[in-house]
């Protein structure tokens, strides 16, 4: 594993260490003094195009428990600002001698166009894919995995329901190639506009349905996605009343649920339109875990690319 660009860098051993590797990273979070040598004297580099609360930060943190500098560049307060393209912001910050690259871009495939350039220049710096536009988000999809395994044990024949904006999702397209490699089973809910249309065999990997309240009682897990008004153009739904109505985690709906079922969302949550306050909160609500699981998935993936066997180092 040179690059973690996309679950498909992956094999289902691969994916199966990284959750271990985060399971010992986990008990950093309850020490006192939550710092490990594993990266001294490495410096990696945040370069974010798209906002992001969680991931950015999780992404730092990480680098900061392993012990390596972290530095953090967004576009904004950037030379993007002024007309700089991305190929000549990618070879300046790695010419300074940085030793990983995590970014996250608006454009589908940026990543993996990234880590090409820098083969060609004959830099050995991994990049870590932290979402790019529409296609993958593979350390959420890893955080995921970890989170649902630690509340059901191994996720062999589960049955996982992911619900909402699936078109504009690159943490669902990660999620369903994450999931079905660990062996669970994966059914996508969405009312037909948000439904992705898939050409390839990556659709068989998945059921589908446009009904919610058929589905949900089969659960062994929900996962509630975002309605992504920024990459969306035109209507995709009449009103956030209908979107709720057909496809929200309503009061009622939580209520149908096994109690011990468990409910994510990546966050941002939009409260009240594909989530209520009710199953954010609930107790079977794993959405601060998650949170909580990215940092130590993310000390994994840092850790195996720049320190681990195989790494560029
Ligand atoms: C997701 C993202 O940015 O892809 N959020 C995240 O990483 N925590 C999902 C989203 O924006 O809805």
Redesign the pocket.
């Known amino acids: 594993m040179s690059h973690l660009l996309s679950i498909d860098d992956l094999t289902a051993e691969d994916v199966a260490k990284l959750l271990d590797t985060a399971a010992q990273m986990h008990d950093v979070q309850r020490r006192e003094v939550k710092k490990l040598p594993a990266l001294r004297g490495r410096t990696v580099i945040n370069l974010f195009f798209e906002d992001?609360t969680?991931?950015r930060s999780s992404f730092e943190i990480a680098g900061k428990w392993l012990s390596a500098d972290v530095i953090n560049l967004s576009a904004k307060g950037s030379s993007t600002s002024k007309g700089e393209s991305l190929r000549d912001t990618v070879l300046t910050v790695t010419a300074m001698g940085i030793d990983g690259l995590v970014m996250r871009h608006s454009a589908s495939g940026a990543a993996h166009q990234v880590a090409g350039w820098l083969r060609d220049e004959g830099r050995a710096i991994p990049v870590v894919n932290a979402?790019d536009g529409t296609h993958e988000?593979p350390t959420?999809a890893l955080l995921d995995a970890y989170t649902l395994t630690r509340r059901l044990g191994p996720l062999d024949g589960r049955h996982v329901v992911i619900v909402g904006d699936l078109t504009h999702s690159?943490?669902f397209r990660s999620n369903v190639k994450a999931l079905t490699k660990l062996g669970a089973r994966v059914t996508a809910v969405a009312p037909p506009t948000l439904m992705p249309t898939a050409p390839s065999e990556w659709a068989e990997e998945f059921a589908t349905s446009y009904a919610l309240d058929e589905v949900l009682p089969h659960a062994d897990a929900v996962m509630m996605?975002?309605v992504?008004r920024e990459r969306m153009s035109g209507g995709y739904f009449p009103s956030s009343r209908e979107y709720t109505v057909g496809y929200g985690l309503t009061r009622e709906r939580l209520a149908a649920l096994r109690p011990e079922t468990p409910i994510l969302h990546?966050?941002?949550m939009n409260r009240g339109l594909e989530i209520s306050p009710e199953a954010a909160d609930a107790v079977s609500s794993a959405v601060l875990d998650q949170v909580s699981a990215g940092v130590a998935v993310r000390m994994a993936v840092l850790y195996h690319l720049l320190a681990g066997e195989g790494s560029a180092s």
């Open positions: 992001s969680r991931t979402g988000h959420q690159r943490v996605l975002r992504q990546p966050g941002p």
